[in-house]
C-alpha cells in the first residue's frame, strides 16, 4: 500500500509532525510584520493546518479500513466496530475542517494545498504495528498535537476570521482527544448509545463560527427532571 | 432550599453566558483609536464567567456531597464530586491568568466577590441535574470563548481565550457523551485514572507552568 511507505515524516509521530510543520509556518509569519506579509502568513498557517487535517483523514480511512477486518488475534478486536464508528464521524469531521479551511485560503487570497499532494503515512519507527488500540493511540495523539497547533496558531493568525476558525476547530479536535483518551485510559467505555448515537460523541464539527446555525450553539440545552420518589 | 438555589435576575438570563453576550455586544469589531485597551471588557466579561462556573460547581459538590434520598444515581457522586473538583481548579486556574491578562493590559480585573450565581429556576438537586447544569454551562462557556475571540483585538488575548476554550469543550463533550449514554465510567479505571479526566486546564501552555496538554505524554505504541 502505498500510504505504508517508508518515509522521513515516518520518524515523527502525527502530532509531533503536525506541530513542527505549524511551528516553521509561525516562524514564517512572524517574520513579516507588514500587513501583506501577516496576510501571506496566515495562508502559510492555515495552509499548515489544511495540510493536517487532509493528513487526519487519511490516517483516519487507514484505521477504518483495519477496523472492518481486525486482524483474530488482535486483543481488543470486540472494540474495532465502535473503534469504526466514531473514527468514521471523526473523520468526516476533519474533511468539514479542510473544506472550511480551504474556502478560508482562497478568500484571503491564497492557494489552498491541493489533498492530493498530502500523502499520509504509518509510523514505522515507534513500534506500531496494526491493531485496534495502536490505531486509537495514534488518533489520540494526532489529536492532541492538532488541538494543540490550532491554540498556538491564535499567537500569530492576524485575521480576525481566521482566528475564529482556528478557535473553532481546536475546540473539536480537543473533544476528539479527550473522548479516545478516556478510552485508552480505561476511564470511559462505550456506552449503551454508543452506537446508536454516535455522532453525539461529537455534535458539531466547529464550536462557533458567526452565522452558522450549526454550530455548538445549536446544541440544545438539557433539561432538568425531578426526582420520581415512588 | 439553601442559598445556593436562590434566584436571581441572572439566573434566569442564563447565568454567566447571558453576562458575556452582553458585554460583547457592546464592545464592538472597530479598533479603539485611544482610550482603555478594548480587549478589558471582553476579557473582564470571560473572567466573570470563570467566577459564575466557580461558584457553578460549588453549587454542584453541596448536591454531590449530600445526595437526595432516592437518588439512583448516589452511588457515582463520590467520583463526580472528585471530578466537579477538578474543575473547578481549572476554572481557578483560568480566572488567574484572565486576571493576569486584564492587569498587564492596564485594566482591573473584576472581583470574585462582586459575581453572583443562582442556579437556573427549574434545576432541582438530584446528581442527574448537577451534570446537566455543568455540561449547559460548559457548552455555553465554550461558545462564548469562541465568539469572544473574534472580538478580541490582540493575538495574545485570542491565543488566552482559545487555549482556555479547548479546556470547556473537554468538559462539555465527557458531560455530554456521558449524559447521553454513548460513553460510561469504567469504575475500576475511574479509581486509578480519575485525575486524568480532563487532565489539564489548558490546551497550549500558558506562563511557565506544565499547564497545558502539551505536558500530556503521547501513547506508546504496543504489540496488544
Known sequence: MSNDEVSRRDTLSTGAALLAGVGAALAVSAIGREAEAQGAGDVSVLNTLLRAEYEAQQAYDLAIGYFGAPAMDDPARSLAPAASLVATHYRSQHADHGARLARLITSLQGTPIAQSTVIFNLPTAMNFTRTTKNFLRLACNAEKGAAIAYTNALKSLSNVTAAELAAAIGGVETQHFIVLYLLLKGVATPGPAATTMITEISPRSVVAIEGETTDLASVPDFTYTALSMS | ?224
Open chain 2, 1 to 224: 432550599m439553601t442559598d445556593m438555589y436562590k434566584l436571581s435576575r441572572r439566573g434566569l438570563l442564563g447565568g454567566f453566558a447571558a453576562t458575556s453576550t452582553v458585554t460583547l455586544a457592546a464592545c464592538g469589531d472597530d479598533p479603539v483609536p485611544s482610550g482603555p485597551n478594548p480587549d478589558i471588557t471582553p476579557l473582564n466579561a470571560l473572567l466573570s464567567a470563570e467566577y459564575e462556573a466557580i461558584k457553578a460547581y460549588e453549587a454542584g459538590a453541596g448536591v454531590l456531597r449530600m445526595p437526595p434520598t432516592g437518588d439512583p444515581q448516589a452511588a457515582q457522586s463520590a467520583p463526580l464530586l472528585v471530578i466537579a473538583m477538578n474543575w473547578q481548579n481549572h476554572h481557578r486556574a483560568h480566572a488567574t491568568q484572565l486576571a493576569a491578562a486584564i492587569t498587564a493590559i492596564g485594566g482591573t480585573p473584576v472581583t470574585e466577590a462582586s459575581v453572583m450565581f443562582s442556579v437556573p429556576t427549574e434545576f432541582t438537586p438530584s446528581v442527574a441535574n448537577v451534570l446537566k447544569l455543568a455540561c449547559n454551562k460548559e457548552r455555553n462557556a465554550a461558545v462564548i470563548y469562541n465568539r469572544t475571540v473574534k472580538a478580541l483585538k490582540s493575538t495574545s488575548s485570542r491565543f488566552l481565550a482559545g487555549t482556555i476554550e479547548g479546556d470547556e469543550t473537554q468538559h462539555f463533550i465527557v458531560l455530554y457523551a456521558l449524559l447521553k449514554g454513548i460513553v460510561a465510567a469504567d469504575a475500576a479505571g475511574l479509581i486509578t485514572n480519575i485525575g486524568e479526566v480532563v487532565p489539564k486546564p489548558f490546551v497550549a501552555q500558558v506562563g511557565a507552568e506544565m499547564n497545558s496538554l502539551q505536558s500530556v505524554a503521547d501513547f506508546m505504541f504496543s504489540a496488544s
